[in-house]
């Protein structure tokens, strides 16, 4: 198994340019996450989803949305980008059962995105 | 929302010291408390995780404690080794604190 995978490693994007971040998973986990790390920083979630066509907010979606139309693929879409969405964006899935939701989260290995 | 605090911000020991992390939250609703290490330029990777019907768990080197009335949770490494120096985050379900450097000096 690849496990999380994301694309790309890095990217530079102008201000007020658009792009999307994939995030790909091949561990049949309902449960996919978008978080945010800046510099010496904690992990801060951006959207998630518990499964295929149902997507929830985080604590910082402003500029993004995200989409699920399968269980293995969650993107996450930044319209007309801003510096202060340089970040690294870490894509994560995870495997509820049926009496607990949260488990073990397993991270990609991340996108590096600059806005200048 | 809930909230997490993470004490310290920097961690520094000599090898074989014991280390420990504190962090605190807010909502007492939260019932899943996972500790994450990230070395230098990688991805978060799960060390060991509590949930809130357990006061305590330990796997070898690492434990982790939980006070439900306090909001309390804490990691607690013995033996440290020069490969434990990381960066240390806990979390109280999807919320995450912002991290303690940990450094061991051999």
């Known amino acids: 198994n690849a496990g999380v995978t994301q694309t790309p490693k890095f990217r530079i994007l102008k201000i007020g340019q658009s792009m999307t971040l994939q995030c790909t998973q091949d561990?049949?986990?309902?449960?996919m996450y978008w978080y945010r790390q800046d510099p010496g920083m904690g992990l801060k979630l951006i959207y998630y989803?518990?499964?295929?066509?149902?997507?929830d907010k985080g604590e910082v979606p402003n500029g993004y949305n995200v989409s699920r139309s399968t269980t293995e693929d969650f993107p996450l879409r930044l319209e007309l980008a801003a510096p202060s969405q340089t970040s690294v964006y870490f894509c994560?899935?995870?495997?509820?059962?049926?009496?607990?939701?949260?488990?073990?989260?397993?991270f990609g290995p991340g996108t590096r995105l600059t806005v200048l | 929302g809930e909230n997490v605090e993470q004490h310290p911000s920097t961690l520094s020991v000599q090898e074989g010291d014991s280390a420990v992390i504190k962090c605190t939250y807010s909502?007492?609703?939260?019932?899943?408390f996972p500790w994450y290490k990230q070395e230098l330029g990688k991805r978060p990777q799960l060390i060991i995780d509590?949930?809130?019907?357990?006061g305590e768990k330990k796997d070898q080197r690492i434990a982790v404690t939980l006070n439900k009335t306090a909001k309390h949770f804490s990691l607690h490494i013995t033996e440290t080794q020069p490969e434990d120096s990381a960066v240390y985050f806990c979390?109280?379900?999807?919320?995450f604190g912002t991290g303690t450097r940990l450094l061991v000096s051999p």
């Open positions: 994560a899935s995870s495997y509820p059962t049926r009496t607990i939701s949260y488990n073990e989260q397993f």
């Open positions: 561990m049949n986990h309902n449960y």
């Open positions: 989803s518990v499964g295929a066509g149902i997507t």
């Open positions: 909502d007492s609703a939260s019932n899943y």
């Open positions: 509590i949930r809130s019907n357990v």
């Open positions: 979390a109280a379900q999807l919320v």
